[in-house]
Protein backbone atom coordinates (compact mmCIF):
# COMPACT_ATOMS: atom_id res chain seq x y z
CA UNK A 1 0.00 0.00 0.00
CA UNK A 2 1.14 3.11 -1.13
CA UNK A 3 2.19 5.73 1.60
CA UNK A 4 3.14 9.30 1.50
CA UNK A 5 5.83 10.91 4.33
CA UNK A 6 6.68 14.53 4.77
CA UNK A 7 8.92 15.89 6.82
CA UNK A 8 9.61 18.19 9.18
CA UNK A 9 5.69 18.47 9.78
CA UNK A 10 6.32 22.04 11.02
CA UNK A 11 8.88 24.53 10.31
CA UNK A 12 9.44 28.05 11.33
CA UNK A 13 12.35 30.42 9.85
CA UNK A 14 13.14 34.17 9.19
CA UNK A 15 12.16 35.73 6.04
CA UNK A 16 15.02 35.99 2.87
CA UNK A 17 15.92 31.82 3.85
CA UNK A 18 16.19 29.09 1.38
CA UNK A 19 13.96 25.95 2.44
CA UNK A 20 14.20 22.77 1.51
CA UNK A 21 10.77 20.40 2.17
CA UNK A 22 10.80 16.68 1.86
CA UNK A 23 8.45 14.10 0.67
CA UNK A 24 9.02 9.99 0.45
CA UNK A 25 6.99 7.43 -0.58
CA UNK A 26 6.74 3.80 -0.55
CA UNK A 27 6.07 2.33 -4.11
CA UNK A 28 7.82 3.89 -7.19
CA UNK A 29 5.01 2.92 -9.51
CA UNK A 30 3.62 6.42 -9.53
CA UNK A 31 2.28 8.33 -12.54
CA UNK A 32 3.41 11.82 -11.58
CA UNK A 33 3.56 13.70 -8.02
CA UNK A 34 1.96 16.78 -6.82
CA UNK A 35 2.75 19.89 -4.68
CA UNK A 36 -0.08 21.64 -3.24
CA UNK A 37 -0.07 24.54 -0.93
CA UNK A 38 -2.71 24.66 1.75
CA UNK A 39 -3.83 28.23 3.36
CA UNK A 40 -6.33 27.65 6.67
CA UNK A 41 -9.96 27.41 5.90
CA UNK A 42 -8.75 27.61 2.02
CA UNK A 43 -8.89 24.37 -0.59
CA UNK A 44 -5.43 23.29 -2.14
CA UNK A 45 -3.75 24.98 -5.06
CA UNK A 46 -1.45 23.40 -7.02
CA UNK A 47 2.22 24.48 -7.04
CA UNK A 48 3.86 21.68 -9.40
CA UNK A 49 3.45 18.68 -10.98
CA UNK A 50 6.62 16.49 -11.92
CA UNK A 51 5.41 13.49 -13.99
CA UNK A 52 7.06 10.41 -13.70
CA UNK A 53 9.42 10.36 -16.61
CA UNK A 54 10.36 14.06 -15.44
CA UNK A 55 13.16 14.78 -13.25
CA UNK A 56 12.40 18.60 -11.78
CA UNK A 57 9.90 21.16 -12.36
CA UNK A 58 10.63 24.89 -11.33
CA UNK A 59 7.99 27.67 -11.08
CA UNK A 60 9.35 31.12 -10.02
CA UNK A 61 10.62 30.51 -6.58
CA UNK A 62 9.92 26.99 -6.53
CA UNK A 63 11.91 23.69 -8.03
CA UNK A 64 10.45 19.98 -6.80
CA UNK A 65 12.66 17.44 -7.76
CA UNK A 66 11.52 14.01 -8.53
CA UNK A 67 14.03 10.54 -7.65
CA UNK A 68 11.19 7.99 -8.39
CA UNK A 69 13.68 5.10 -8.12
CA UNK A 70 14.64 6.30 -3.91
CA UNK A 71 11.18 7.42 -3.44
CA UNK A 72 11.77 10.76 -2.94
CA UNK A 73 10.83 14.16 -3.79
CA UNK A 74 11.81 17.75 -2.78
CA UNK A 75 10.37 21.50 -2.70
CA UNK A 76 13.19 23.89 -2.71
CA UNK A 77 11.82 27.44 -1.46
CA UNK A 78 14.40 30.33 -2.75
CA UNK A 79 14.12 33.71 -0.33
CA UNK A 80 11.40 32.90 0.98
CA UNK A 81 8.97 35.29 2.28
CA UNK A 82 5.87 36.10 5.03
CA UNK A 83 3.72 35.42 1.98
CA UNK A 84 5.11 31.74 1.95
CA UNK A 85 3.42 30.75 4.99
CA UNK A 86 1.07 28.20 4.72
CA UNK A 87 0.90 24.21 4.49
CA UNK A 88 2.40 22.10 2.11
CA UNK A 89 1.15 18.96 0.80
CA UNK A 90 3.00 16.56 -1.74
CA UNK A 91 1.03 14.01 -3.54
CA UNK A 92 1.36 11.02 -5.89
CA UNK A 93 -1.02 9.90 -8.23
CA UNK A 94 -0.75 5.83 -8.78
CA UNK A 95 -1.15 3.74 -10.82
CA UNK A 96 -5.00 2.95 -10.50
CA UNK A 97 -5.25 6.76 -10.68
CA UNK A 98 -6.23 7.25 -7.08
CA UNK A 99 -4.33 10.60 -5.54
CA UNK A 100 -2.02 9.51 -2.09
CA UNK A 101 -1.36 13.10 0.23
CA UNK A 102 0.99 12.74 2.69
CA UNK A 103 0.41 14.77 6.19
CA UNK A 104 2.08 18.17 5.09
CA UNK A 105 4.65 20.80 6.33
CA UNK A 106 3.24 23.56 8.02
CA UNK A 107 5.68 26.30 7.42
CA UNK A 108 5.70 29.97 8.90
CA UNK A 109 7.71 32.69 7.40
CA UNK A 110 8.30 35.31 10.12
CA UNK A 111 9.53 38.89 8.74
CA UNK B 1 -13.56 31.59 -13.99
CA UNK B 2 -12.31 28.24 -13.52
CA UNK B 3 -13.34 26.99 -10.65
CA UNK B 4 -14.46 23.78 -8.55
CA UNK B 5 -17.75 24.87 -6.42
CA UNK B 6 -18.75 22.69 -3.27
CA UNK B 7 -22.14 23.94 -1.16
CA UNK B 8 -22.65 23.84 1.68
CA UNK B 9 -19.54 25.28 3.18
CA UNK B 10 -21.10 24.27 6.78
CA UNK B 11 -22.89 21.93 7.71
CA UNK B 12 -23.88 20.70 11.19
CA UNK B 13 -26.33 18.26 11.38
CA UNK B 14 -27.47 15.10 14.16
CA UNK B 15 -26.57 11.64 13.30
CA UNK B 16 -28.63 10.10 10.65
CA UNK B 17 -30.31 12.44 8.92
CA UNK B 18 -29.68 12.86 4.80
CA UNK B 19 -27.09 14.71 3.70
CA UNK B 20 -26.02 15.71 0.12
CA UNK B 21 -22.67 18.21 -0.16
CA UNK B 22 -22.93 19.31 -4.01
CA UNK B 23 -19.61 19.54 -6.47
CA UNK B 24 -19.62 21.55 -9.93
CA UNK B 25 -17.13 22.53 -12.08
CA UNK B 26 -16.81 24.24 -15.05
CA UNK B 27 -14.00 23.17 -16.77
CA UNK B 28 -15.35 20.13 -18.78
CA UNK B 29 -12.85 17.79 -16.55
CA UNK B 30 -13.16 14.14 -17.29
CA UNK B 31 -12.26 12.77 -13.52
CA UNK B 32 -13.66 14.25 -10.23
CA UNK B 33 -13.11 12.73 -6.88
CA UNK B 34 -13.68 13.33 -3.29
CA UNK B 35 -11.21 13.31 0.48
CA UNK B 36 -11.86 14.06 3.65
CA UNK B 37 -9.02 16.14 5.80
CA UNK B 38 -8.68 14.90 9.18
CA UNK B 39 -6.05 16.28 11.77
CA UNK B 40 -3.08 13.62 11.76
CA UNK B 41 -4.01 11.80 8.82
CA UNK B 42 -3.92 14.34 6.02
CA UNK B 43 -5.94 14.45 2.91
CA UNK B 44 -8.11 10.75 1.65
CA UNK B 45 -9.56 9.66 -0.90
CA UNK B 46 -13.31 8.83 -0.57
CA UNK B 47 -14.56 8.14 -3.93
CA UNK B 48 -13.46 9.09 -7.12
CA UNK B 49 -14.81 9.01 -11.30
CA UNK B 50 -13.20 9.25 -14.12
CA UNK B 51 -16.00 10.08 -16.31
CA UNK B 52 -20.02 10.05 -16.34
CA UNK B 53 -21.62 7.08 -15.01
CA UNK B 54 -17.95 5.62 -13.92
CA UNK B 55 -17.47 5.47 -10.39
CA UNK B 56 -14.69 3.76 -7.90
CA UNK B 57 -14.03 3.61 -4.43
CA UNK B 58 -11.22 5.07 -2.86
CA UNK B 59 -9.17 4.65 0.71
CA UNK B 60 -12.39 5.60 2.96
CA UNK B 61 -15.46 5.04 1.26
CA UNK B 62 -17.56 3.61 3.86
CA UNK B 63 -20.46 5.47 4.89
CA UNK B 64 -20.42 7.74 2.00
CA UNK B 65 -22.33 7.05 -1.71
CA UNK B 66 -21.36 9.39 -4.63
CA UNK B 67 -22.90 9.70 -8.31
CA UNK B 68 -22.04 11.29 -11.62
CA UNK B 69 -25.14 11.66 -13.76
CA UNK B 70 -23.56 14.37 -15.23
CA UNK B 71 -19.74 15.57 -16.54
CA UNK B 72 -20.04 18.48 -14.58
CA UNK B 73 -21.24 17.46 -11.17
CA UNK B 74 -20.46 15.33 -8.47
CA UNK B 75 -22.35 14.90 -5.72
CA UNK B 76 -21.37 13.16 -2.21
CA UNK B 77 -24.26 11.64 -0.34
CA UNK B 78 -24.55 10.54 3.61
CA UNK B 79 -27.04 8.08 3.64
CA UNK B 80 -26.82 7.69 7.21
CA UNK B 81 -24.30 10.45 9.26
CA UNK B 82 -22.48 9.85 12.41
CA UNK B 83 -20.47 11.99 14.36
CA UNK B 84 -17.12 10.29 12.79
CA UNK B 85 -17.91 11.70 9.62
CA UNK B 86 -17.21 14.94 11.06
CA UNK B 87 -14.41 16.76 9.26
CA UNK B 88 -13.53 18.28 6.43
CA UNK B 89 -14.68 17.68 2.85
CA UNK B 90 -12.92 18.44 -0.43
CA UNK B 91 -14.04 17.84 -4.20
CA UNK B 92 -11.03 18.18 -7.26
CA UNK B 93 -11.31 17.62 -10.41
CA UNK B 94 -8.41 17.45 -13.36
CA UNK B 95 -9.08 17.12 -17.20
CA UNK B 96 -6.61 14.33 -17.56
CA UNK B 97 -5.16 11.38 -15.78
CA UNK B 98 -2.78 8.28 -16.59
CA UNK B 99 0.57 8.08 -16.95
CA UNK B 100 1.23 11.00 -19.49
CA UNK B 101 -0.92 13.45 -17.39
CA UNK B 102 0.97 16.39 -17.17
CA UNK B 103 -2.81 18.31 -15.53
CA UNK B 104 -2.74 19.01 -11.83
CA UNK B 105 -5.83 18.44 -9.39
CA UNK B 106 -8.54 21.65 -9.24
CA UNK B 107 -9.77 21.84 -5.30
CA UNK B 108 -13.00 23.05 -4.05
CA UNK B 109 -12.94 25.32 -1.40
CA UNK B 110 -14.07 22.81 1.21
CA UNK B 111 -17.02 22.16 3.49
CA UNK B 112 -16.86 21.47 7.20
CA UNK B 113 -19.25 19.13 8.23
CA UNK B 114 -20.06 18.38 11.63
CA UNK B 115 -22.51 15.89 12.40
CA UNK B 116 -23.75 15.66 16.44
Known amino acids: KQEVTQIPAALSVPEGENLVLNCSFT??????LQWFRQDPGKGLTSLLLIQSSQREQTSGRLNASLDKSSGRSTLYIAASQPGDSATYLCAVVTGTDKLIFGTGTRLQVFP | EAQVTQNPRYLITVTGKKLTVTCSQNMNHEYMSWYRQDPGLGLRQIYY???????DKGDVPEGYKVSRKEKRNFPLILESPSPNQTSLYFC???????????????FGDGTRLSIL
Open chain 2, 49 to 55: SMNVEVT
Open chain 2, 92 to 106: ASTSATGRASNQPQH
Open chain 1, 27 to 32: DSAIYN
